[in-house]
């Protein structure tokens, strides 16, 4: 059951909504197709040692993808929902074991009564990848492993959930998430291992609105993560764990042109796993966590919007947890109806514990596109992925990369 698709819980709420009445009678929605080609530079993310060790070759990129979604219930409706599949081929021309496929199950919508709101999306990600890993070495990057892990067979599922109730000044918001990862590798004592990890949170949040533009929050989180293990020599260690944080935030509009949301608060841990008492003695651990976003329109054509994370999360190679760090910002400038230019930029940082890694990495990509009709769309996009160590001690763990891609997208 944990890997079978979110998808098939979704039928028994859908159906009632379906056939409620006429209006919300299944529909087909947005239907999508879509085709790339590209060349990637650095397609595993090495360098020094471990170029010297897995290699670099790099690559030219062909990418398939199709979508489509099933509808019920109609804008302004109490109860809406959405089914949705999407499906994509990725090849390497000189990586075939980097070849995968991707199916996404998705299903989401709302449903109003009174002053009550409840929102849902749920997905499940099967990729149909190699379920050999490559060589492990100290000298890879984490994020380097990342892009390796994420072309490997695997279930990844994800579930958000709120419900909202408003009164005269204030609000209250009840939410639960899960993210679990199903890793289908296998386990060689020579490669990089995967150990499955999941999430499961739920919240309340009380705010009071001090006016149409400002809402202040506080609340509280609990949660639990789950870390397997990996069964080789010396690593039969998980650094499974509850916690609790507090949350305090404010979100509204400053301007008509500008929207803010903020949380953060202390986060309250403790490793009830089996940790390894060489490197880690302290069970308990408090720490930041945040989570914002922004939005601003300095003109009618331009959209800037960012976003910022900071939290605890388990390694995916076992054995060890990490403070996650992003910060990404985006630039959109629609020049005509039928030109528009996208630029973003973003840093992200993986602090691991009790393992020593300090992991930074950088993306830098503007694109452009071409509106070639009411269907289809023309996209031109250049990336640079940098990725380095920040720990004095140790030199390796860096590699640069350079991405390209045209693609033609088609919608109905």
């Known amino acids: 059951m ?13 159906l009632p909504l ?20 590209g060349w990637d530079s650095n397609p595993i993310g090495t360098e020094g040692t471990s ?8 690559s030219f990129t062909t990418s398939v993808s199709a979508g489509f979604a099933l509808l019920a219930g109609r804008p302004g409706e109490a109860r809406t929902c ?6 994509e081929r990725q090849d390497f021309s000189h990586w075939s074991s980097e070849n995968f496929t991707t199916h996404r199950f998705a299903f989401a919508g709302q449903q109003s009564s009174g002053e009550w709101q409840t929102t849902w999306d749920a997905s499940s990600l099967f990729v149909d990848g190699s379920r050999s890993t490559l060589r492990s070495t100290a000298a890879a990057n984490a994020n380097a492993v ?24 204030g609000v209250v918001r009840g939410s639960i998430s899960w993210l679990d990862y199903d890793y289908r590798t296998d386990v060689d004592a020579a490669n990089v291992p995967f150990a499955n990890r999941s999430d499961l949170q739920a919240g309340l949040d009380v705010g009071w609105r001090q006016n149409a533009a400002s809402l202040w929050l506080v609340g509280a989180r609990t949660g639990r993560q789950v870390q397997a293990t990996v069964p080789l020599p010396n690593c039969d260690f998980d650094y499974s764990n509850r916690y609790q944080r507090l949350a305090f935030g404010w979100e509204g509009s400053p301007t008509p042109k500008l929207s803010i949301a903020l949380l953060a608060g202390p986060d309250f841990r403790h490793y009830s796993g089996r940790i390894d008492p060489r490197v880690f003695s302290d069970r308990d651990r408090t720490s930041l966590w945040c989570e ?20 605890e999360w388990l390694s995916s190679t076992g054995k060890s947890a990490y403070r ?22 973003k840093v992200h940082r993986c602090d691991y514990y009790p393992a020593v890694r300090d992991d930074w990495e950088s993306f830098f990509s503007v694109g452009v596109a071409r509106r070639l009709s009411a269907r289809a769309t023309f996209t031109l996009d250049l990336t640079r992925h940098r990725a380095w160590n920040n720990l004095r001690t140790f030199s390796e763990r860096a590699f640069g990369r350079w991405m390209c891609a045209a693609g033609l997208t088609w919608k109905n």
């Not at 698709?5 to 979704?10: E, G, H, I, V």
């Not at 990342?146 to 000044?169: D, G, I, M, N, P």
Request: proline fraction near 4%; charge should be positive; hydrophobic fraction near 45%.
């Open 2 to 14: 944990k890997s079978a698709p979110l998808l098939l819980l979704a039928f028994p709420l859908l």
């Open 51 to 58: 170029a010297a060790l897995l290699g670099d070759a790099e």
């Open 146 to 169: 990342a892009l390796w892990r994420e072309r490997r067979r695997q279930w990844q599922h994800r579930l958000k959930a709120q419900t909202q109730t408003t009164f005269a000044h």
């Open 292 to 311: 914002g976003s922004f939005t601003a329109k300095p003109a009618a054509s331009v959209t800037l919007a960012g976003r910022l994370a900071r939290f």
């Open 18 to 37: 379906s056939h409620a009445t006429e209006a919300s009678a299944l529909r087909l929605g947005e239907t999508t197709a879509q085709v790339r080609l």
């Open 82 to 87: 959405k089914l949705a599949y999407a499906g």
């Open 324 to 345: 996650d760090s992003c910060a990404e910002v985006s630039l959109t400038w629609a020049a005509s109806p039928a030109w528009s230019a996208r630029g973003t930029a």
